[in-house]
């Protein structure tokens, strides 16, 4: 349920709302529009709730929200969400680009692709200190000596650290170095995991798995705003087919419905999606081109040798003539990288 403010609602109008809403027992969630302010009233209504909202002070209308999810939904706020993160802004008019290695492996691997991304004009960078690997024998991540190293890169280009957090109890360990906490395609339907970012003050990304469907992702974003962050940044990175050309399907039409049922900004994970370094352009490109609010790409200083995912890491060399293109794309779609 949303309770509509008046366009001219005071301040203590809407604390008193928000009061209301809590004192029947629901969670109040006040989002303030460049219009008017709108409070979602979220958790199980008792009868009568619709209309004993509707007669307070400052109130225009109470209406149903007909999505699943109900705080990422455009119901609630029509205009996009911004999410700022340090040196990385994605959902306004920049293109978000986050690039880096799959794992943090040594301080030079880092802090060279560290400087050679934002040389080519990146944002943030990524690289995992703690990697869910489909192997148990396959590298792990160095975990928080990684962390540190991911410190001394920030310390040392002024980039913002997106890092995977694998479990519920490493989050506040992660949330201590990272800008942007990224839940992984294997975790999305951790719920635990989902609620345990949801109460840091620190950006997430948050990967849609390889068999959830869109919806489900949604749902799993609401799980994150419901405990209070509201700086999510959605991602797509691939589907589970039959099809066996590239490592994951990559459906851009993802951010197509996205952005005509959320607020949230989406950000698309060609490398992962694709699985071929030489495919990494062209849906760097092509997901610009669809709408995507930021791009997450894999770059290695030496991908034959790389510990993770090398076969989808773009040299420093291939990741500055992507950039070179997708700048010319994004100028196309009024963007700018
Ligand atoms: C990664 O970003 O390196 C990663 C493990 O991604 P995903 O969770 O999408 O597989
Ligand atoms: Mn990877």
Same mark, same amino acid.
């Given at each position: 349920? @949303? ?14 709302? !928000? =009061?209301?809403?809590?004192? &029947?027992?629901? +969670?109040?969630?006040? @989002? ?33 929200? /007909?999505?699943?999810?109900?705080? =990422? /939904? ?23 680009? @986050? ?13 060279? !692709? ?48 997106? !890092? ?6 490493? *989050?506040?360990?992660?949330? $201590?170095?990272?800008?942007? &906490?990224? *839940?992984?395609? $294997? ?14 003050? +620190? ?35 691939? @589907? ?6 590239? +490592? ?13 049922? !959320? ?49 989808? /890491? ?22 700018? &990288?």
């Amino acid at each position: 349920m @949303i309770v509509v403010m008046r366009a001219n609602a005071t301040e203590e109008q809407i604390s008193h709302m !928000t =009061a209301q809403v809590e004192g &029947l027992g629901l +969670r109040a969630h006040v @989002i303030v529009g460049a219009e008017r302010t709108v409070i979602a009233a979220i958790g199980v209504k008792r009868d009568g709730t619709k209309e004993s909202l509707a007669i307070g002070d400052g109130v225009a209308d109470v209406v149903a929200i /007909s999505a699943p999810y109900k705080v =990422a /939904s455009l119901e609630v706020k029509s205009e996009r969400t911004i999410v700022e993160a340090g040196s990385l802004q994605v959902g306004g008019e920049q293109v978000g680009m @986050i690039a880096g290695p799959c794992s943090v492996e040594n301080e030079t691997q880092i802090i060279d !692709t560290a400087r050679a991304i934002k040389k080519s004009g990146a944002h943030a960078l990524r690289g995992g200190a703690f990697k869910p690997r489909t192997s148990p024998y396959s590298f792990q991540g160095m975990k928080e000596e990684g962390l540190q190293l991911l410190e001394t890169a920030r310390d040392a280009t002024g980039l913002a650290i997106v !890092t995977e957090v694998v479990a519920t109890e490493d *989050v506040e360990l992660v949330a $201590r170095y990272a800008d942007v &906490l990224q *839940v992984g395609a $294997r975790n999305m339907q951790n719920y635990r995991l989902l609620e345990a970012v949801g109460t840091t003050d +620190r950006a997430v990304l948050l990967k849609r798995g390889p068999s959830a469907t869109v919806d489900e992702l949604l749902l799993a974003a609401e799980y994150i705003l419901d405990r209070g962050n509201s700086r999510v940044i959605l991602c797509e990175r691939g @589907i589970r087919t039959f099809e066996g050309h590239t +490592r994951f399907t990559l459906p851009l039409a993802t951010v197509s419905y996205l952005h005509h049922k !959320t607020h949230l900004p989406v950000v698309v994970d060609p490398s992962h999606g694709t699985g071929h370094a030489y495919m990494v352009a062209d849906m760097s490109a092509a997901a610009i081109a669809a709408g995507a609010d930021g791009l997450i790409i894999e770059v290695h200083p030496d991908p034959e040798n790389a510990l993770s995912d090398g076969y989808q /890491s773009l040299t420093f060399n291939s990741f500055e003539q992507l950039m070179i293109r997708c700048r010319k794309i994004a100028d196309a779609v009024d963007r700018y &990288l």
